[in-house]
């Protein structure tokens, strides 16, 4: 019995050997579609990257892309986590792309519109009863023209964030998510355009911060104490900020709480 044991054990570590091989190559493949941070510094100096995958692979992904005199900055949350969650960002990455490089999209609406449509089709949403997804994915983009001093944002769910002499202002997202066009094509994403400000500070984020459970009592993070964390960090350099909500994320899980989703932060200066 004890041999037969040891055997079962020894297939079952070759199966997990096996599969952790795999996915650290798909990390390889994943990392591979995420912008270097010194590309993004060469038009947005001041700029970080908070990127905490929850397993190897991750389902929330950060994109950037320059066209012109416009830059396109997003943070994006997949269904899911893990290996499900790295499926689904390689699908938006490939749609984003396409839409400003092919289709020479510049207006945010207009490129989640397209994003919510080619996930949708991918996904065969709203054909066939049960053959269909109900995967998507949430956002947060903007679009920084420099030329014209507007920021331009849109969002599916995740807001964005401005701080502005001292005071954090949200922008409310639209309430449906990438990935419903086959069941409402009728819904569009609206945009809310304003002037920028030398010195403004932006965050855009999936909802893994706050989210994460922690604390003396065990409860979540919460948005409104992630607003009063970034207030208070908000005057430090970027790359301390990103050290400084690292480390308090850390210390808010300790030895007891796992990490249950994905975590992204950006967080950029103008």
């Not at 270097?36 to 510094?41: D, G, I, L, Q």
């Not at 749609?95 to 609406?109: G, M, Q």
């Not at 909802?207 to 005057?235: N, S, V």
């Amino acid at each position: 019995q004890n041999d037969v044991i040891e055997e079962k054990n020894d297939k079952l570590q070759m199966l997990y050997n096996d599969v952790t091989d795999s996915i650290k190559y798909a990390l390889r493949i994943q990392q591979s579609i995420l912008p270097p941070t010194s590309y993004v510094k060469k038009f947005i100096p001041d700029v970080f990257f908070l990127y905490k995958p929850k397993d190897i692979v991750s389902g929330d992904f950060y994109w950037f892309e320059e066209q012109g005199e416009n830059l396109f900055i997003a943070a994006v949350d997949c269904t899911g986590h893990g290996v499900p969650g790295a499926l689904m960002s390689m699908v938006g990455n490939n749609i984003l792309n396409r839409s400003v490089t092919d289709h020479s999209l510049t207006d945010s609406a207009a490129i989640l519109d397209e994003l919510n449509e080619g996930v949708s089709r991918a996904l065969r949403v709203g054909q066939e009863e049960g053959q269909g997804s109900k995967d998507g994915m949430d956002i947060s983009l903007c679009r920084i023209n420099y030329e014209q001093n507007v920021l331009q944002y849109a969002g599916a769910f995740n807001p964005l964030y401005r701080i502005r002499n001292g005071e954090l202002e949200e922008f409310k997202a639209n309430k449906f998510p990438i990935g419903h066009y086959g069941e409402e094509p009728a819904l569009k994403y609206t945009n809310i355009d304003f002037e920028i400000q030398k010195g403004d500070t932006y965050y855009l984020f999936t909802d893994g911060y706050a989210d994460q459970f922690g604390g003396p009592r065990g409860k979540k993070f919460l948005y409104k104490r992630f607003k009063e964390l970034l207030l208070h960090i908000c005057t430090f350099p970027m790359a301390e900020q990103q050290r400084l909500l690292d480390k308090e994320i850390t210390a808010w899980m300790g030895d007891t709480e796992p990490q249950l989703d994905d975590i992204l932060v950006i967080g950029f200066k103008i």
